[in-house]
C-alpha cells in the first residue's frame, strides 16, 4: 500500500534553512503530484506547495507567501521528494506534511495519500 | 481569499447516533470539496471528494453532499474508531487550496 513518510530535524534555529524529506513507498512519485503541507499551533492546515515529475521535467507551484523561500524538489531514483525553508522564523513552527495527489486527466486538488507529519520547531 | 468555515467546533456525541458537520465556503467551489479525518499521531485519511464521492474503502456510515457554498458531513451510526478531528478542503480553481479549522468529534 502507498505510504508516506517525513523525515528531517524536529528543531531548527531562526534564520537558518529547514529541509525536510518525504520518503514514498509503495508507488512511484512518477508521474503524480506531490505536496507539503503544515498546521501551526492554533491555526488551519496550510498548503505549501507542490512538485511532479512528469517526462524529464520537474513542475512546480508555491503559495505566494512563500515563494521566495520555499523549495520543493524530487528525487525519482530514491521514490523521494523534499522541502527547503530559508529564513526561519518562529512562525514557521509547525506540523509538516507530505501528501499525494490523485491522478487522472489532471491532478485533482485534494489528497489521497498523507504522512503522518513531523514536528518542527524554530527555536534558538 | 477563500475562507471555510466549519460548524460546531466541537460535537459530544454517543456511539450509534447519528452526526452531521457542516462546512460552509466563503464562494461557491461548485462541487470541489473534499473531508479527512484525522486522529492524533497518525496520517490524515481522506474520507470524501467531489463533496459527495467516497475514498477507496471508507464505509457506507460516511456520506457528503452538497454544492456551491453549504457542505455537510454525515457520519450514521457512530463507531468508536469515528471520534476523531474532521476538515474540510476546498480545491476549486486550486492551487491553492484551503482547509475548514476542524470540527472535533468527542465521545459525550
Known amino acids: 500500500q502507498v505510504q508516506l513518510q517525513e523525515s528531517g530535524p524536529g528543531l531548527v534555529r531562526p534564520s537558518e534553512t529547514l529541509s525536510l524529506t518525504c520518503s514514498v513507498s509503495g508507488v512511484s512519485v512518477n508521474p503524480f503530484y506531490w505536496s507539503w503541507l503544515r498546521q501551526s499551533p492554533g491555526k488551519r492546515l496550510e498548503w505549501l506547495g507542490y512538485i511532479s515529475h512528469i517526462s524529464y521535467r520537474d513542475y512546480t507551484k508555491y503559495d505566494p507567501s512563500l515563494n521566495s523561500r520555499l523549495t520543493i524538489s524530487i528525487d525519482t531514483s530514491n521514490n523521494q521528494f523534499s522541502l527547503r525553508l530559508t529564513s526561519v522564523t518562529a512562525a514557521d513552527t509547525a506540523v509538516y506534511y507530505c501528501a499525494r495527489h490523485p491522478t487522472g486527466i489532471q491532478p485533482a486538488g485534494y489528497f489521497d495519500y498523507w504522512g503522518q507529519g513531523i514536528q518542527v520547531t524554530v527555536s534558538s | 481569499e477563500m475562507v471555510m468555515t466549519q460548524s460546531p467546533a466541537t460535537l459530544s456525541v454517543s456511539p450509534g447516533e447519528r452526526v452531521t458537520l457542516s462546512c460552509r465556503a466563503s464562494?461557491?467551489?461548485?462541487?470541489?470539496l473534499a473531508w479527512y479525518q484525522h486522529k492524533p499521531g497518525q496520517a490524515p485519511r481522506l474520507l470524501i471528494y467531489?463533496?459527495?464521492t467516497r475514498a477507496t474503502g471508507i464505509p457506507d456510515r460516511f456520506s457528503g453532499s452538497g454544492s456551491g457554498t453549504e457542505f455537510t458531513l454525515t457520519i450514521n451510526s457512530l463507531q468508536s474508531e469515528d471520534f476523531a478531528v474532521y476538515y474540510c478542503?476546498?480545491?476549486?480553481?486550486?492551487?491553492?487550496?484551503?482547509f475548514g479549522q476542524g470540527t472535533r468529534l468527542e465521545i459525550k
Open positions: 464562494q461557491s467551489v461548485r462541487g470541489h
Open positions: 467531489g463533496a459527495s
Open positions: 478542503q476546498q480545491y476549486n480553481n486550486w492551487p491553492p487550496v484551503t
